[in-house]
């Protein structure tokens, strides 16, 4: 993570889970987001965190690892009910990366060169024909679907350094694409670097969006569990409660490792004084 990346994590954070999790609001996340792209040297990873990637971060030590060497932002209601334990308020703001990322190509005025990689060929494909529609003054480069040997990713990052890209977005899933990154992409294939998950399937609309209404409840992974019942049911209706576990472990941890004032030395009884005796 370049200097200034650094200084945002250490100035403007709260700690989820031994995590440092940037509390920025919207406009200063688009604002603070789209500088770093415009940085000539240096390269930040963003990352995307919900309570499915903060379960997963607690029994993987490489990922929370590469984790904590990231800017990583808020995603979904679980975040903000772990911070109002913790530190006694939610986040800011919810800055997932379906909402975040088409929000942020938006609020760049510059030309960027994108690079895509990730998903399904026939996905990756209407995903970058959509972002295009969306923002057509940048330039949408799809380097690679994700079904590639993650062993051997030469070709892939051989083609990322020749595009000369300003910002790379890969969605392959997490903790797979965080590591990756970390592991492969250099300060020279791009300035910006965003790990999106999910986020070609939405974008591409082959995976349906929750309606508004309760995406503003901040319920749409209820709706999505109704969707795709079979793949979903573990992480919603097993992960719900062992986050929940989580929440409650790190809370009295945190609090029996904050230093307590020394207890004040008893106050010894003032000695009885004897009364004279009489004169004999």
Same mark, same amino acid.
């Given at each position: 993570?370049?200097?200034?990346? +650094? ?7 709260? $700690? ?57 932002? !808020? ?8 911070? &109002? ?6 986040? !800011? ?20 060169? %994108? ?15 959509? =972002? ?10 799809? %380097? ?5 040997? *993650? ?5 892939? $990052? ?6 000369? =890209? ?16 970390? +592991?492969?992409?250099?300060?020279? &294939? ?21 309606? *508004? ?23 919603? =209706? ?20 904050? !230093?307590? /004032? ?6 010894? /009884? !003032? ?10």
């Amino acid at each position: 993570m370049n200097l200034i990346a +650094n200084f945002a994590v250490l100035a403007s954070r709260r $700690t989820i889970f031994d995590i440092p999790v940037c509390d920025l609001g919207w406009d200063e996340a688009l604002t603070f987001t789209s500088e770093l792209a415009s940085l000539p040297v240096g390269q930040t990873i963003i990352s995307f965190v919900n309570a499915h990637n903060l379960l997963l971060a607690v029994r993987d030590e490489e990922y929370r690892d590469v984790l904590s060497r990231t800017l990583v932002l !808020p995603d979904g209601i679980g975040l903000d009910l772990a911070s &109002h334990v913790a530190h006694g308020s939610s986040f !800011p703001a919810n800055l997932n990366g379906t909402d975040f990322v088409p929000a942020l190509l938006t609020f760049m005025e510059s030309p960027r060169r %994108i690079g895509l990689i990730g998903g399904r060929p026939e996905v990756l494909e209407s995903a970058g024909q959509r =972002l295009r529609a969306h923002t057509p003054w940048h330039e949408f480069i799809g %380097i690679s679907d994700g079904f590639f040997d *993650k062993d051997d990713s030469s070709a892939v $990052t051989d083609e990322v350094a020749r595009q000369r =890209l300003d910002i790379l977005i890969v969605g392959m899933g997490t903790p797979l694409q965080e590591k990756w990154v970390y +592991n492969n992409i250099r300060p020279e &294939h791009a300035r910006l670097v965003l790990t999106v998950g999910a986020f070609f399937d939405f974008a591409s609309g082959a995976v349906p969006r929750a309606p *508004k209404v309760v995406r503003t409840l901040r319920l749409e992974w209820s709706y999505r569990l109704l969707q795709e019942p079979r793949r979903l049911w573990r992480r919603y =209706l097993l992960g719900i409660p062992r986050f929940l576990y989580q929440v409650a472990r790190h809370r009295f941890a945190r609090r029996s490792r904050v !230093p307590q /004032p020394p207890r004040p030395a008893p106050v010894a /009884p !003032p000695r009885r004084i004897e009364r004279d005796r009489a004169a004999g």
